[in-house]
C-alpha cells in the first residue's frame, strides 16, 4: 500500500472539517464565517503550512517559540497566533510576529507583554487563558479570577485584551467537555457583558480535534485543530 502524502492527507480532512464546522454552526444557530478555523501546526513542515495556506487556511498557531521562529521566515502570508505556554523570557523574541497570542496565563507574563510592546511602541493583542478544569498540570486562571485578571491585564498599557482561551481536561467521552465549555460560555458572556475598560472581547477560542463541534455549539468563536487537519503528529508535543 502507498503512503499518502502530507499533503493528501491535508487535503482530504480540510474538506471534512470545513463541512463538519459549518453544521455545527448552523446546529448553534450562527454562521459559518463567524468560526474562525486556526491550524494548529506543530511538528508541521513550513512547506505542507504552505500547502494548507494556499488551499485557504488563514490563521496559524504554534505553540514553541523556537519551532515558530525556525519556520516563520518561510510562512506565506498568513495570520500568525502563539497559543503555547509562553515563558517570560521568550517574550521579547515573538513579540510583533504574532498577531494574537493565546495563552496569557499570569500577569507576570502579561507584565511583560506590556513591557515589551510599549519598548516597541506596539499593542499586543492577547486571549486570558482558563484553567477551565482546574487541573494541577495546566496553566491559567481559574475561572472564579477571570473576570479581575481580564480588568487588571485591560489596564496595562500596550496590551488589548481580545477575549479568553481554553483547554479543557482530557475527557473519555466527548460529552464529558461539554460540561467545561458550558462554563467557558458562560463566562465569555459575563465578561462580555462587563464592557470591561480598554478591553474589546469578541473571541472565545476553544476546540481542539476531538471536542470543536461541541466547543461551536457552546459559542467558540475559533477553534485550533492539529491532528483533524495533518493527522497524527510524529511526536508528542503537547
Ligand atoms: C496542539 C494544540 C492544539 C491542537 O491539538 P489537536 O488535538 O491536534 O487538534 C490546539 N491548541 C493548542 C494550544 C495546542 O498546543
Known sequence: MMERSSVEIFDENYRQIKERISAAAVKSGRKPQDITLLAATKTV???????????????????????????????????????GHLQTNKVKDIIGKVELIHSVDSLHLAREIAKQSIKRGITSKVLVEINVGGEDNKYGFSPEAAA????????????????LM?????????????????????LFIDITAQ????????????????????????????????????????????
Open 148 to 163: 479581575q485578571a481580564v480588568s487588571d491585564i485591560a489596564l496595562m498599557q500596550g496590551i488589548c485584551v481580545r477575549g
Open 45 to 83: 513542515d513550513a512547506d505542507v503550512i504552505n500547502h494548507a495556506i494556499k488551499s485557504g487556511i488563514e490563521y496559524i498557531g504554534e505553540n514553541r517559540v523556537q519551532e515558530f521562529l525556525s519556520k516563520e521566515p518561510y510562512y506565506l502570508p498568513v495570520h500568525k497566533h502563539f497559543i
Open 166 to 186: 481554553a483547554i479543557p481536561p482530557v475527557c473519555e467521552a466527548p460529552q464529558e467537555n461539554i460540561k467545561f465549555f458550558e462554563i467557558m460560555r458562560k
Open 195 to 238: 464592557k470591561i475598560d480598554n478591553s474589546n472581547i469578541d473571541i472565545l477560542s476553544m476546540g481542539m480535534s476531538d471536542d470543536f463541534e461541541s466547543a461551536i455549539e457552546c459559542g467558540a468563536t475559533m477553534v485550533r485543530l492539529g491532528t483533524a487537519l495533518f493527522g497524527k503528529r510524529n511526536y508528542t508535543n503537547k
